[in-house]
């Protein structure tokens, strides 16, 4: 198991709208069994933002392409690497056991 962060980046310009100001930095995170690549990005002020068929939709669904933001996403195994750990204990104990 391992979590997926996706934040949002705004451009720090005068052209940037207020929405995606205040979307800058704004951080969703999946679990990586819930497929987050098939959903779509909602905030709870301003409801779907990004699509994965559309992609932006800060500006709403009428004005997709004016959004200059992007994201970045990051995986964290922390989870998984914990868990590993963990079974090499195990194993270590068992095999002790063994003996
Ligand atoms: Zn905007
Ligand atoms: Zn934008």
């Excluded at 987050?36 to 559309?54: I, K, R, Y």
Aim: glycine share 8%.
């Amino acid at each position: 198991m391992a979590q997926i962060m996706i934040e949002w980046h705004a451009m720090h310009d005068d052209k940037a709208c207020l929405i995606c100001k205040l979307l800058d930095n704004y951080v969703w995170v999946f679990d990586t069994k819930d497929n987050p690549l098939d959903a779509s990005l909602t905030h709870p002020q301003f409801g779907v933002v990004w699509d994965m068929h559309g992609g932006s939709m800060a500006h709403g669904h009428e004005d997709m392409g004016s959004c200059r933001c992007n994201m970045t996403w990051e995986i964290d195994f922390s989870d998984t690497k914990k868990m590993i750990a963990e079974l090499r204990e195990q194993m270590v104990e068992g095999l002790r056991g063994i003996k």
